[in-house]
């Protein structure tokens, strides 16, 4: 299994509901990311979890919070989003260390209304 | 602080040309490099990772070169199909666990 699932593809919610996105991979990768991405911009950097703790955040909203329960799976938990919070959110998966590159899943399109 | 930059922003060819995109960064002080296509709306796909001791890197239509000394990458696309539009996108790693990504090059293979 060379892939990153990610579900679900298409998620319309309103500001005062929660949801939550999730990402599983099954390549034994011990580093797990989240990204977002607006149109026709490059995708950003959100969380990174290694080894299941979390590694990196770049200054998140709490409204966004991550959870790794184990090593194969990513959720990003959603709630009191805002319209601008409206992205393609991507979930993507390495080794861990510096000499790999990274798989990426399909991505979840979020619309907040 | 690095930054990655990809020309043209855009580039409109018709099927059957080779073509070359680029890729520039500022500090050469990378571990590797990484090119991707993305389809409209669609997650990344990785074309090719080449570490920063190696020179080139290919898969099948596709080769990719890094020249860390003056900072830049080029992507080759050979004989491009309709089938090859897409976003191009690189990606420069400088830290653990963080890629730098660039603007992106739109590409629209003309059948």
């Known amino acids: 299994d060379t892939e990153v699932t990610q579900t679900p593809k298409h998620l319309v919610m309103g500001m005062t509901n929660k949801k939550s996105l999730k990402c599983e991979q099954h390549m034994g990768h011990r580093a797990m990311y989240w990204y977002k991405q607006k149109a026709k911009k490059p995708p950003e950097l959100m969380f990174v979890?290694?080894?299941?703790?979390?590694?990196i955040n770049e200054s998140v909203p709490s409204r966004f919070s991550p959870e790794c329960p184990n090593s194969s799976l990513l959720n990003l938990h959603l709630h009191a989003l805002q319209p601008e919070d409206s992205a393609l959110y991507l979930c993507?998966?390495?080794?861990?260390?510096?000499?790999?590159?990274?798989?990426f899943g399909s991505g979840t399109r979020l619309t907040v209304v | 602080k690095q930054e990655v930059t990809q020309i043209p922003a855009a580039l409109s060819v018709p099927e059957g040309e080779n073509l070359v995109l680029n890729c520039s960064f500022t500090?050469?002080?990378?571990?590797?490099l990484q090119w991707f296509r993305q389809d409209p709306g669609k997650g990344l796909t990785s074309l090719l990772l080449?570490?920063?001791?190696?020179r080139e890197q290919t898969s099948g239509r596709l080769n990719a070169s890094l020249d860390k000394s003056s900072g830049r990458s080029t992507l080759y696309i050979a004989a491009s199909q309709p089938g090859d539009s897409a976003t191009y996108l690189c990606?420069?790693?400088?830290?653990?666990?963080?890629?730098?990504f660039g603007t992106g090059t739109r590409l629209k293979v003309l059948a």
């Open positions: 990606a420069v790693s400088q830290e653990t666990y963080k890629y730098i």
């Open positions: 500090d050469s002080a990378i571990y590797n």
């Open positions: 080449i570490q920063s001791s190696q």
């Open positions: 993507a998966s390495s080794q861990s260390g510096q000499a790999y590159g990274y798989t």
């Open positions: 979890y290694s080894y299941e703790k979390l590694s």
